[in-house]
């Protein structure tokens, strides 16, 4: 939602509460609880930025085994990057955020777009194509953890997307990050987290992919990942 408060309901058509108006001229996300078994609204939290005009579009949620935190995977200022937010459900507190963000000096596209959450054994795992010549990942405390590059194509003036895997632990810490990338552009489709291994299933246009050699116990062949 943008600049205009949004009215919550219950299942019984009744009205549950109004949240306030996002930033003015961009869209915030809001977060709604509802009972299970009757509709019922039982809790609400808008996800905003500090910044004026910085706007968040959510495109994945996961929840925690226990039920007790959801993970919401959003889009920032336009393409620019991506955020990680932790939500305590009990209180609909947002206890931390973690982002991925990057610049496009060619300005031909959205640096990222449609972020994928997964949620395993006390792990995050979040990927998100970027087209960024630097795209930084960092901890929950805005401390970078690593930075990856890309390289425009020299016949198309262009950067072309290549996908990213980040692992988070529960506090927002960033243990390792892989990227996936080839001459065209790969995008990322679907993430399952289980057993202690990460599935990534993709598209891809390049002839051939390469992706760093971090992490094999978890990240599965490439014939399974694409």
Same mark, same amino acid.
């Given at each position: 939602?943008?600049?205009? #408060?949004?009215? *919550?309901?219950?299942?019984?058509?009744?009205?549950?509460?109004?949240?306030?108006?996002?930033?003015?001229?961009?869209?915030?996300?809001? &977060?709604? $609880?509802?009972?299970?078994? #009757?509709?019922?609204?039982?809790?609400? @939290? $808008?996800?905003?930025? %500090?910044?004026?005009?910085?706007?968040?579009? +959510?495109?994945?949620?996961? @929840?925690?085994?226990?039920? =007790?935190?959801?993970?919401?995977?959003?889009?920032?200022?336009?393409?620019?990057?991506? /955020?990680?937010?932790? &939500?305590?459900?009990?209180?609909?507190?947002?206890?931390?955020?973690?982002?991925?963000?990057?610049?496009?000096?060619? =300005? #031909?596209?959205?640096?990222?777009?449609?972020? *994928?959450? %997964?949620?395993?054994?006390?792990?995050?795992?979040?990927?998100?194509?970027?087209?960024?010549?630097?795209?930084?990942?960092?901890?929950?405390?805005? =401390?970078?953890? $690593?930075?990856?590059?890309?390289?425009?194509? +020299?016949?198309?003036?262009?950067?072309?997307?290549?996908?990213?895997?980040?692992?988070?632990?529960?506090?927002?810490? =960033?243990?390792? %990050?892989?990227?996936? $990338?080839?001459?065209?552009?790969?995008?990322? /489709?679907?993430?399952?987290?289980?057993?202690?291994?990460?599935?990534?299933?993709?598209?891809?246009?390049?002839?051939?992919?390469?992706?760093?050699?971090?992490?094999?116990?978890?990240?599965?062949?490439?014939?399974?990942?694409?």
């Amino acid at each position: 939602y943008t600049n205009t #408060t949004i009215s *919550i309901y219950n299942s019984s058509g009744t009205l549950y509460g109004t949240l306030p108006a996002g930033n003015s001229g961009a869209s915030d996300v809001y &977060v709604v $609880k509802y009972s299970a078994s #009757t509709g019922t609204v039982t809790g609400s @939290l $808008k996800l905003t930025s %500090a910044a004026a005009n910085q706007s968040y579009v +959510p495109s994945s949620c996961a @929840l925690d085994s226990s039920g =007790a935190y959801a993970y919401i995977a959003s889009t920032y200022t336009g393409g620019s990057g991506t /955020i990680l937010s932790n &939500v305590l459900l009990s209180s609909m507190t947002n206890t931390w955020n973690a982002t991925l963000y990057g610049s496009d000096p060619l =300005a #031909t596209t959205s640096v990222s777009q449609n972020p *994928i959450v %997964a949620f395993n054994s006390g792990n995050i795992y979040v990927t998100c194509p970027y087209s960024a010549n630097n795209f930084t990942v960092t901890h929950s405390n805005g =401390a970078t953890f $690593k930075t990856f590059t890309n390289t425009p194509s +020299p016949y198309y003036g262009r950067y072309f997307y290549d996908t990213l895997l980040v692992k988070y632990s529960g506090s927002g810490t =960033a243990l390792w %990050a892989s990227d996936i $990338k080839g001459e065209r552009d790969e995008f990322p /489709i679907g993430l399952v987290a289980e057993n202690s291994k990460v599935y990534l299933y993709m598209s891809y246009m390049s002839s051939r992919v390469q992706r760093s050699e971090e992490h094999t116990s978890e990240l599965q062949s490439l014939r399974h990942l694409v």
